[in-house]
């Protein structure tokens, strides 16, 4: 018992010491963004001037990542979900091929796509400037996030019968497409856009490349905030940065969680 | 109750084949018949093409080219599944797990854009029809195998079909839920009078549901009939076998008596050159040796309660299946007297 108590203890110590390692950081960061000077630490007095500053020069950036994040999303959902539908529904080579090279844009890395985007559409002057030459760089990046996800659902249910019993009950295909394969891979549709929304808003690698001075998203002024201001507006970027984000995470995270049953288990008819 | 009459359909399907695109024949050409009102149970082994068979007249397979689905005699082959309203009942129950129950069994009605008292209407009359009226907000995940069977039947039943489809409706069950909702089913259809099609690799559940049995083996219908011509006269040797416990023994059909070497069995009509005799346990006593025709020894004995199985080996074939209600044990390799009745034997 004793010895059990002990082992608790050391888990629970070493599970909050890995914790700590991570958080510290952000912490000490999101502190040096309301510190007015951070070399003289929190003594110098907090102040919410560099937050000021940060949404001065940089507010621009934020809205054109939540709006490129949004989009992007929007996209991946049209363009993911059917995709993904037609892969569960067709188990051939071809689409097993398909499946495969999906994860290329992951495995690639992002300074590659940004590069073959830049050679083959740079000279396009109207869309190389355009936030929505980013876009496409998003969404080649975060569509495979949402076939996986959306996939993963729809192989995992029997979609093939639950379509015919409902087309037995005189469902067409849009019906059937509206009414019971979307309500049923409702949390494989959810998961991935977390996940397209979360790594379209961070998405730095390729964003450098493929940005202009005039449409830099959120990461990218972050770097540019941290390498040519002082560290605590780039603190301060940080900051301001969890503050959009949480909120958004957490509200899909809320509505990606399973609906909880109304009524308790089953106990009649089985006599 | 159900208080509207449906009108039943008579079902023909003519030359109805299919060939898989990988050029697998899971079914050759068939005609058949299915008189309106009329419960058809497709019996046989797995890959024996029952299940197809079923698809087509669905609507969820297309025949090969020259195949022919007619509903009341006129053609609808071409129309996809939708448009054919026949209802379905899977062996996996299908039921849509984003909605509840009273959803599901409303699913038909909304797709066919009922109002919604009309809905709730009908609704209410299948749940207390398939006696679920509890269950009506419960969600699929929290039903029972016999519960969601239910909600199935009612849910296909509740657009009012011209025909039942039922596709091994009962074979996720255990076997006491089973012989429970056999009975249920049984008494839905006599009481519906709905014409059904029932597929099963069950020969218990085929005897007891189906006015014909069509009993299939390799893609192709070896013989159909009601229950008791598929038991008593079977066409041929795969029914013989599949159906019940079938019974074989070689000898010589002579002058009214086909001799075996293990004794001679008196049998007047024999066929002409018939070498083999086939008979079910039941037509077989067991006797004192002094009135037996035949005479062989226990291989094995099984203690029923109300009877004992005997497997009685008289000569080179597998042995002989027979059934006793003698109080008393039988020992491996004691030799029984065997009387077998005449109007048992079968020849094929």
């Not at chain 1, 507006?233 to 301001?240: D, R």
Request: hydrophobic fraction near 50%; charge should be positive; aromatic fraction near 6%.
């Amino acid at each position: 018992m004793k010895k059990r108590a002990v082992l608790f203890w050391a888990q629970l110590g070493f599970t909050l010491m890995v914790c700590a390692f991570l958080i510290v950081p952000v912490v000490l960061s999101m502190l040096a963004g309301v510190t007015v000077n951070y070399q003289n630490g929190l003594e110098s007095g907090l102040t919410l001037r560099w937050i000021g500053e940060v949404w001065a020069g940089y507010r621009q950036t934020i809205f054109l990542s939540i709006g490129i994040s949004l989009v992007c999303l929007a996209v991946t959902l049209v363009l993911g979900v059917p995709a993904a539908y037609v892969l569960a529904k067709r188990q051939n080579a071809m689409t097993r091929a398909i499946e495969e090279l999906l994860v290329m844009p992951v495995a690639v890395p992002g300074l590659a796509t940004a590069l073959a985007l830049i050679v083959t559409y740079g000279g396009a002057g109207g869309f190389r400037t355009s936030w929505t030459f980013i876009l496409v760089g998003h969404v080649l990046f975060t569509l495979p996030f949402m076939v996986r996800s959306v996939l993963a659902v729809l192989s995992a249910i029997d979609l093939k019968t639950l379509e015919e019993s409902a087309s037995s009950l005189g469902a067409g295909f849009g019906q059937r497409f509206f009414q019971i394969v979307l309500p049923n891979c409702r949390g494989g549709i959810l998961a991935g856009s977390l996940m397209v929304v979360t790594l379209s808003m961070g998405e730095f690698n390729m964003t450098w490349l493929l940005h202009t001075p005039l449409t830099k998203t959120l990461p990218v002024g972050l770097a540019d905030a941290y390498a040519s201001l002082r560290l605590e507006i780039g603190s301060a970027y940080t900051l301001v940065f969890f503050v959009m984000i949480v909120p958004l995470l957490l509200a899909m995270q809320a509505m990606s969680r399973p609906r909880k049953s109304k009524t308790a288990k089953a106990d009649i008819g089985e006599e | 109750m159900m208080t509207d009459p449906v009108q039943p359909l008579a079902i023909a399907l003519s030359r109805c084949g299919k060939t898989f695109a990988d050029g697998t024949r899971a079914l050759e050409p068939l005609d058949l018949e299915i008189k309106a009102g009329e419960t058809v149970v497709f019996l046989g082994p797995s890959g024996c093409g029952k299940t197809t068979t079923l698809r087509i007249i669905a609507g969820l397979e297309d025949p090969d080219a020259g195949g022919r689905v007619l509903f009341d005699g006129v053609d609808v082959t071409a129309q996809p599944i939708e448009q054919r309203n026949v209802g379905m009942v899977f062996q996996s129950y299908a039921l849509f797990p984003n909605m509840t129950v009273a959803e599901n069994i409303g699913y038909g009605l909304r797709v066919r854009r009922a109002k919604k008292p009309a809905i709730a209407a009908r609704v209410d009359e299948m749940l207390g029809m398939m006696r679920i009226e509890p269950l009506a907000d419960r969600r699929i995940d929290q039903l029972s195998g016999g519960q969601r069977q239910r909600v199935a039947l009612a849910r296909a039943l509740a657009v009012r079909p011209r025909a039942l489809l039922l596709d091994e409706p009962l074979t996720a069950l255990d076997a006491k839920l089973r012989d429970a909702l056999r009975l249920e089913i049984d008494e839905l259809l006599r009481r519906l009078g709905i014409t059904a099609i029932y597929v099963t690799h069950d020969q218990a559940e085929a005897m007891a549901l189906g006015d014909r049995i069509a009993v299939m083996d390799h893609g192709k219908m070896a013989q159909i009939g009601p229950p008791r011509e598929i038991y008593r006269r079977p066409a041929t040797r795969f029914v013989a076998d599949f159906i019940g416990t079938m019974n074989r023994i070689s000898g010589v059909a002579r002058g009214g008596v086909f001799v075996t070497d293990a004794g001679a069995v008196p049998w007047l009509e024999a066929p002409p050159g018939t070498t083999e005799a086939l008979f079910r346990p039941e037509d077989v006593t067991v006797v004192d040796e002094g009135q037996a025709h035949l005479k062989g020894s226990v291989v094995a004995a099984f203690f029923l309660g109300d009877r004992t199985r005997l497997f009685v080996k008289v000569d080179a074939n597998k042995p002989l299946v027979v059934e006793t209600d003698a109080r008393r044990d039988y020992a491996h390799g004691e030799t029984v007297g065997l009387r077998i009745d005449p109007r048992g034997l079968m020849a094929l």
